[in-house]
């Protein structure tokens, strides 16, 4: 059974299309279809940490229950 993604409304993010991403569209992909973790750098210092849909609602759903 495949899960059904929630619309960019249902999230809490700005939503930016592949097209637009194109330079880091593979790095993504990987991202989202085998949950890769990777961290953008700058200046060799971590600054962006991109995650798939499943990780952020299942960080919202924690920081939700926090509050």
Known sequence: MVEE???CADI?????P???ARPAAELMAR???GGERTLLSRHGK?????V????LQALQATSKGRR
């Open 31 to 33: 991202m989202a279809s």
């Open 46 to 50: 971590p600054v962006v940490a991109p």
């Open 18 to 20: 592949f097209t637009e």
């Open 5 to 7: 993604l929630p619309s």
């Open 52 to 55: 798939s849909i499943a990780d």
């Open 12 to 16: 809490d993010a700005d939503a930016v």
